[in-house]
């Protein structure tokens, strides 16, 4: 019973050697589309130093929402987005921030993760598109970047709590 135990073993060892011997030969081909995958993705264009768009968006008052639930943008344009904190002194901080499509809860949990040192923005995230700063009550921050390709894009303020009701969509025509 050892002995056939034994020759069983022996003869599944060398099946599983020779599986993961015809998987890697498999798998060699896709090796290289791969490797060719970060030159398909282009690198952002450069914003031009004058805009074609200036956008503002602040927050509506002292309540937890956005003043502009929704803006547009052409897509490849240089658009100036201002954003301004409209709470009252004492009021919450809040930013601006569009991500990808469908991360807004993943994006939003980074930020934390960020912590206040960071402005509650995760730094070096592929899904953040474009973000402000941190911005006190009566104060205003701008960015300017190129608009991304047509689309829906998400915008959310990422300071702990807001997320999940401070939103709206920028699109991309």
Do not use: R
Not at 100 to 116: D, L, P, Q
């Amino acid at each position: 019973m050892k002995k056939l135990s034994l020759a069983v073993l022996s003869a599944l060892f060398a099946i599983s050697m020779t599986l993961v011997s015809c998987t890697k030969k498999e798998a060699a081909p896709e090796a290289a589309p791969a490797a060719q995958a970060p030159a398909a993705e282009a690198a952002p264009a450069e914003p031009k130093a004058t805009p074609d768009l200036e956008i503002m968006v602040g927050t509506d008052g002292d309540n937890m929402a956005f003043d502009k639930k929704e803006f547009e943008v052409k897509a490849g344009s240089t658009v100036k987005l201002v954003f301004k904190n409209n709470a009252k002194a004492g009021g919450l901080q809040h930013n601006l921030m569009v991500v990808k499509a469908g991360t807004e809860s993943e994006v939003a949990n980074a930020a934390v993760a960020a912590g206040n040192d960071k402005g509650w923005v995760p730094q070096g995230n592929a899904n953040v598109m474009v973000t402000t700063k941190l911005v006190d009550p009566g104060q205003t921050d701008s960015v300017v970047f190129v608009a991304p390709a047509a689309g829906d894009y998400p915008y959310i303020c990422t300071f702990p709590g807001h997320a999940m009701v401070m939103k709206g969509v920028m699109h991309s025509k």
